[in-house]
């Protein structure tokens, strides 16, 4: 069953992926939203933390999503050598659209399956996450990103 559970794992989090693609996103910009939108304005050390993501990559991660003007870094209010991340509008907008995405994928990936056992699946997979000591709404792989490839990802 765990195989099972990692090939359609896979299988999802490769299919968002290339759906996130329209969007020109990948799964890590569309966490680093979610956990900002979760949670307000954030530094940018508590929003690695959060997400468990080495500094440097969130630093990487943050530089291109406010190239596109998703997010915004200001001075933290109480330490102006940090600084508090926020959403701007267009972020919010681009959150609207993730939304959409994972609804269709969602859609997709559950189409052999009735609402009844949609829910059903929901809260045995969350009981899973739960008792594996899973972070709500942080993806682990966020744990991998930067690390070499030696050690678990690249």
């Known amino acids: 069953m765990a195989w099972l559970l990692a090939q359609v794992g896979g299988h999802a989090a490769i ?46 991660l943050l530089d291109e999503l406010e190239s596109r003007g998703l997010v915004e870094r200001r001075n933290h209010p109480d330490d102006r050598r940090r600084y508090a991340v926020r959403l701007t509008d267009a972020g919010r907008g681009m959150l609207d659209s993730i939304g959409r995405v994972a609804r269709e994928h969602q859609q997709a990936l559950c189409a052999a399956l009735s ?39 690249g």
């Open 115 to 153: 609402a009844e056992e949609r829910e059903q699946l929901a809260g045995m997979l969350l009981r899973i996450a739960e008792q594996q000591g899973l972070r709500p709404g942080v993806h682990p792989g966020f744990r991998t990103l930067g690390r070499g490839r030696g050690r678990g990802g």
């Open 15 to 60: 299919e968002f992926s290339r759906r996130l693609e329209e969007l020109d996103l990948t799964p890590p910009h569309a966490g680093v939203l979610r956990a900002l939108a979760s949670s307000g304005d954030l530094s940018q050390q508590a929003l690695a933390k959060r997400l468990d993501v080495f500094p440097s990559r969130l630093v990487a």
